[in-house]
Structures are given as C-alpha cells and as structure tokens.
C-alpha cells in the first residue's frame, strides 16, 4: 500500500475522521487534514479538531496559523503537496479527509490558483478594509460591478468569498466560471475517493448532537480566549460557523441559547453544500453510514482500498 493516496470526503458529522485514522493505521500511513478552518490555531472545539490526544496517526493539515491571518486554497495547495511528496519519499500513503471539496481539489488536481489568491497581497487588504469601514455590503457592490454573474453566486454576508471573486476578477478570471468548470480540472495525483453519505433526517439529529457536545467541551470559553486575545475582529472568526453566532451572543444581539440554535442551522445548511458539491464528482465511492455501525463502514472502505491497491499493482 505504499505511495498510495486516499481521500474520505462527504457532509460534516458522518464520520469522516474516524474512519481516516483508521484506514491511515491499517495502510500505515498518516492524514492529511483538508478543512479550511482546521488549519486555525485556537479554533478547535468548533471545527470538531481531532484533539491531540486522540490522534492515533501523525496528522498533518491542522493549526497552520492565527485566526488573524489569511488563508487559502493556493496556500493550502502548496502545503498539501509538500506533505504528500515527503510522504512519498518515505512510502507512507496519505489519508486525505475533510469537507471542503475546494481544498481536496487543490490537493490532488491540476487546479490553477490567481496571484490575488495568495496571502498578504495589497488586493485582499483594500476590500477587507473597505469591509471594515463601509459593511460587506459595499465589497459586494464592488464585486457586483466587476463580475455581476459571480454575484449573484455569493451572498453579500460570506465576505470572505466575495474578496476571493473580487481577488479572481482582478486577474482576469471569472469566480463563477471557475467554480462550474471545477470538475473539469485533470487529475494530478491519482487517489482514492470513498465519500460518507447519511440519511438527511439522521444527519441533522447528529449534527445537533455534535453541536451541543461542543457546548459541553467549552465552545463559549474557546471563542472567549479568541476574543480576549484579539481576534474577534478577524475576517475568519466573523465568517466560521460556530463563532461568528457566539461573538453575536458576546456582543448581546442574540442569546447563548439563540446562538447554539443558529449554530445547528447554519451547520445544516454548509452539510447540504458539502453533499452537493462531492456529488459531482463522479471519482467518489459512496458509502451510506445510515444503518451501518463504525465496524461494518471500516470494513467496506478497507474491501473499497484493497481492491483499489490491487488493481493500482497491476498497473
């Protein structure tokens, strides 16, 4: 099973983490984290982060930098690939696991990046800051006189993405074309997809039940640190679900008990964009989780990886 690579994708809540760390022990390999607020350091609790005495394998992918600090697919697929080659090097497969589809693609396809996407560049600074002193309403208006079809794509409140179009379209690139020729992209690193699926009314049962886990674990005091240690104010504590609602509830908009409710919801809604963004990439080996215990899935995705390793020999 070496120099092999495996992705294990699909909605938030169905055991994506899981079952990676245990393929990753039965290829004797490692993971490779591909979520794209996992890689914030002091956002753990929220982004459901392996904690660290829980992790079985060596990870790779988490805690990269501050929650001040910009981040992107581009860098993420800089880091990623370096990990994946020294992995190589030293015959260990890579367990890819997360749900941000963009970042699993910026992985392992040949996927091209704009200069403006790259951190610390004068771009992002001028509509983060026209942000900061005019609402993300006004960096959408700017947007939606640069490249109208993009934003109609974007609501006006995910700023983060707004800039990013914005960033493209100061590149002469369209953040809607892109995003509808995504699964035109080749392949570069040759891997196997085994996505998660669940039935939608036990998905939600569990994310809820995820959410308050979070709650128990201390969520309120982690945004609270944040807080007190200057990142409130940053674009990424302002856009992660699971912070943005508690930073509402500090500042009184909502209550704590509002928060956590808004928190279910608006993770609800990011599950169904997971799922209809792996749905279509037609790479992706579905494994329905509804009705099967976490023995029985380990089992079908090792069947899944050993026939997939058999027929990459034979090659």
């Not at 490249?147 to 369209?174: C, F, T, W, Y």
């Not at 579905?286 to 058999?310: L, S």
Request: charged content about 30%; hydrophobic content about 35%; some cysteine.
């Amino acid at each position: 099973m070496n120099q092999m690579r495996f992705v294990i994708c699909g909605p938030t809540a169905t055991g994506k983490s899981e079952l990676a760390q245990r393929l990753a022990i039965h290829a004797g390999g490692v993971v490779l984290s591909a979520d794209s607020m996992q890689v914030y350091r002091g956002m753990d609790i929220g982004t459901a982060k392996v904690p660290p005495e829980k992790r079985l394998v060596e990870h790779f992918g988490l805690d990269l930098t501050d929650p001040d600090e910009p981040y992107s697919a581009s860098l993420y697929q800089s880091y990623s690939r370096v990990v994946m080659d020294e992995a190589e090097e030293a015959r260990r497969p890579v367990v890819i696991t997360g749900g941000t589809g963009l970042y699993i693609q910026a992985a392992l396809d040949d996927l091209k990046f704009p200069k403006g996407e790259q951190a610390n560049n004068p771009i992002r600074e001028r509509y983060s800051q026209m942000a900061e002193e005019k609402g993300s309403s006004a960096v959408w208006d700017e947007l939606n006189k640069m490249d109208p079809k993009s934003a109609q794509h974007i609501h006006p409140n995910n700023l983060k993405r707004v800039i990013r179009a914005l960033e493209m379209a100061h590149e002469g690139e369209s953040y809607s074309e892109r995003t509808h020729g995504l699964k035109e992209v080749s392949e570069l690193y040759p891997a196997l997809y085994i996505g998660l699926s669940m039935e939608r009314s036990l998905l939600y049962e569990r994310i809820g039940e995820r959410v308050d886990a979070m709650r128990e674990m201390g969520l309120v005091d982690e945004v609270r640190k944040l807080a007190e240690e200057g990142f409130a104010s940053s674009l990424t504590a302002r856009q992660a679900i699971g912070y943005k609602e508690i930073l509402s509830a500090f500042e009184g908009e909502i209550s704590l008990d509002e928060a956590f409710e808004d928190i279910k919801q608006a993770t609800r809604r990011y599950a169904k964009r997971q799922g209809t963004w792996f749905r279509r990439d037609e790479r992706i080996h579905w494994i329905d989780v509804t009705k099967k215990g976490e023995q029985d899935v380990m089992e079908e995705a090792m069947h899944v990886m050993d026939r997939f390793c058999e027929d990459e020999e034979k090659r």
